[in-house]
């Protein structure tokens, strides 16, 4: 009877743990971040349960995942990269190093990068269209992530 009543117990313990946390911030972890979009009826409804069985687990689940944006469906985001969103820098790639462009381009934007990245891949495009090609290419590949281009 005493393991039972400990066994019990701890499912109790991990169950309102797992509440405490939030159903799509457990399920869906990639989601966080997300600001906006169709709600994910199944996160909703475990949110839910846990709203019926225990009230302030479930209140605060419901928190946790709007909060982190886990309740929402992927693919909602929306981008827009426009001529003025663009900053061009020239440069002569036969005679730059890795370092030079980083410098370049931290003068140029103000960010900080680093070329030798393992997620980074360089490409050389002679024109906005080469540039527009390029992101249809790879955009679709990524999660979450739509551009628009507008060029007028």
Excluded: W
């Excluded at 419901?62 to 309740?71: E, L, P, Q, R």
């Amino acid at each position: 009877m005493k393991t039972i009543m400990k066994i019990l117990r701890t499912g109790i313990c991990v169950t309102l743990i797992a509440q405490l946390a939030g159903c799509g911030t457990i399920l869906y972890p990639e989601r966080r971040g997300q600001r906006a979009g169709r709600i994910d009826v199944g996160v909703a409804v475990l949110d839910g349960i846990g709203l019926l069985l225990f009230i302030i687990p479930g209140v605060i689940a419901f928190a946790v995942d709007f909060s982190n944006g886990t309740i929402y469906l992927p693919g909602g985001a929306r981008g827009s990269l426009g001529r003025n969103d663009i900053t061009v820098a020239t440069f002569d790639p036969k005679h730059s190093t890795a370092a030079t462009i980083e410098e370049i381009i931290r003068k140029e934007t103000g960010h900080s990068i680093k070329l030798n990245q393992a997620n980074m891949k360089i490409s050389r495009l002679e024109s906005l269209e080469d540039m527009k090609k390029r992101f249809t290419e790879v955009v679709p590949r990524e999660k979450n992530i739509r551009v628009a281009f507008n060029t007028k």
